[in-house]
């Protein structure tokens, strides 16, 4: 299992506290190696994404109401990715939330064969 924190990303703080970091916990146990890959690296995306948006919604200030009116994106999925409940969410939806917020996205893809396990006795 691996834990991942994303800093001290102020979430929506009760009485002025600041709130806990935002953490995402991958557990893959019992799946083939390259599945495992494969959704650690979707889940990684996803959490960078997300934590991107949280950022600048607490750099502007907004809750997630106002969040809401200004890009016409539901509360609700705000509120999700405040939480880091990402499951719910494509890569091109939480990029396309990004574009509401005024934000340009940029995505590098690079592309390496797999290094296959070594056979015994072949």
Same mark, same amino acid.
Request: aromatic share 2%.
């Given at each position: 299992?691996?834990?991942? @924190?994303?800093? =001290?990303?102020?979430?929506?703080? @009760? ?19 390259? @599945? ?37 994106? *539901? =509360?609700?999925?705000? *509120? ?15 990029? *396309? ?7 340009? @996205?940029?995505? *590098?893809?690079?592309? =390496? ?10």
């Amino acid at each position: 299992m691996t834990k991942i @924190v994303f800093g =001290h990303l102020p979430r929506e703080a @009760v009485g002025g506290m600041p709130a806990d970091p935002i953490e995402i916990e991958l557990s893959r146990r019992g799946t083939p190696e390259g @599945v495992r890959d494969r959704d650690t690296n979707l889940t990684l995306a996803k959490a960078r994404l997300g934590a991107r948006i949280v950022r600048i919604l607490d750099e502007a200030g907004l809750s997630i109401r106002q969040a809401e009116v200004r890009t016409g994106v *539901s =509360h609700i999925e705000f *509120s999700r990715i405040r939480q880091a409940k990402l499951r719910r969410f494509t890569i091109d939806r939480l990029m *396309s939330i990004l574009e509401c917020l005024g934000q340009d @996205v940029e995505v *590098s893809v690079t592309v =390496h064969p797999r290094s296959m396990p070594a056979t015994n006795g072949s």
